[in-house]
């Protein structure tokens, strides 16, 4: 929906062959399929997403943007060393939808990074070596979190390239497109891609629904920027 919405906004053509759909369409039902998911989460990281869309556009700075990026890593290192417990997060969520408030618990990942900080760097690997279990072979921790499975089977090397992959081809569009072209038609889809990236990176925080759709989208926009990089040279 967000992508859809960078094509309307700056009136991006969007084209498959010799078809030409109906963005303002597309756009009407990727919205109105989010909201009736009723998926909290993902309304308020799509509304985030929006927000520095048009912050970044209209106060011509590449600084919400960063910030976007900053917030999976901040919140990655500040849980794995057990700076911040949630606690404070767990009761603002809960003045709103208690039912979400308990599913983002973070007890569980207290225990899971304890298990994993004992096989750091590269993890404990597969076959479930990573989970806690009681000595019946009972699971006792659920792994709810993207990051923190990523950490207990791969360590920090694993992590930090699933990480890496994703933000990227954000941080290479924050470096070659100056803010005031993010809305251009010419550069709006990417930008909207851009932005994608980073707030499925802030999902992958609290869920561990893998999709490789993100990762596609994230080298299709490197190879596009490296050929108009190669492009601009030869001319």
């Known amino acids: 929906a967000l992508i859809a919405w960078c094509f309307w906004v700056s009136r991006a053509k969007m084209s498959f062959r010799n078809w030409t759909p109906p963005v303002l369409a597309i756009l009407a039902i990727l919205g109105l399929t989010a909201l009736v998911g ?9 509304f985030g997403g929006f ?28 849980r794995a ?37 004992q096989q750091p760097a590269f993890g404990w690997g597969g076959d479930g070596r990573n989970l806690v279990k ?17 950490f207990g089977k791969f360590g920090y090397a694993g992590l930090a390239g699933f990480m890496l992959a ?5 941080i290479l569009f924050v470096k070659r497109y100056p803010p005031r072209m993010w809305l251009t038609p010419s550069v709006a889809p990417a930008a909207g891609i851009a932005t994608v990236l980073a707030i499925y990176q802030i999902d992958c925080l609290f869920n561990a629904m893998e999709n490789p759709l993100f990762f596609l989208l994230g080298g299709g926009m490197c190879s596009a920027m490296t050929a108009t990089m190669l492009v601009a040279r030869k001319k």
Not at 52 to 70: D, G, H, P
Not at 140 to 146: E, K, L, N, R, V
Not at 166 to 170: D, E, G, N, S
């Open 166 to 170: 994703l933000a990227m081809p954000t």
């Open 134 to 150: 009681s000595q019946d072979g009972t699971r006792t921790a659920i792994t709810d979190g993207m990051w923190i499975l990523l």
């Open 51 to 78: 927000c520095v869309l048009v912050a970044t556009r209209y106060l011509n700075t590449r600084v919400f943007m960063i910030a976007l990026l900053l917030v999976a890593p901040m919140f990655v290192v500040t």
């Open 38 to 46: 009723k998926g909290m989460g993902a309304i308020i990281l799509a």
């Open 81 to 117: 060393h057990n700076v911040w417990n949630g606690a404070t997060a767990i009761e603002l969520i809960e003045k709103v939808n208690p039912d979400r408030a308990w599913s983002l618990q973070f007890e569980n990942d207290s225990v899971l990074v304890r298990k994993a900080k």
